[in-house]
């Protein structure tokens, strides 16, 4: 129903800025949050920031005052800008939407940020 193409990912070294993109399609309900999980081997997928459509971004402990989320409704497409990148962000980064009508999550395929110390 929903399509998620991710952009971005790659390799920095700590201290260093990528910027993620994710442009959605399909069956989009007007009301919607889009968002940022990651997952580090071994580890839980973990909420790193949300923007709802309204705009309205909540971000992780652990990233506050380094990434910041935003998006763009006319092309459904949410970016997560990344500053001050540390070796603890590496991860596969997917993105999310969550639609209000069907209340349904949808995944994108994931892409690999590594930040080497």
């Known amino acids: 129903q929903v399509q998620l193409v991710e952009s971005g990912g790659g390799l920095v070294q700590a201290g260093g800025s990528l910027r993620l993109s994710c442009a959605a399609s399909?069956?989009?309900?007007?009301?919607?949050?889009m968002g940022w999980y990651r997952q580090a081997p071994g580890n839980l997928r973990d909420m790193v920031a949300t923007?709802?459509?309204?705009?309205?971004?909540n971000y992780a402990d652990s990233v506050k005052g380094r990434f910041t989320i935003s998006r763009d409704n006319a092309k459904n497409t949410v970016y997560l800008q990344m500053n001050s990148l540390k070796p603890e962000d590496t991860a596969v980064y997917y993105c999310?939407?969550?639609?209000?009508?069907?209340?349904?999550?949808?995944w994108g395929q994931g892409t690999q940020v590594t930040v080497s110390s």
């Open positions: 999310n939407l969550r639609n209000g009508f069907p209340r349904t999550n949808y």
């Open positions: 399909g069956s989009i309900f007007s009301s919607n949050t």
């Open positions: 923007i709802t459509n309204g705009g309205s971004p």
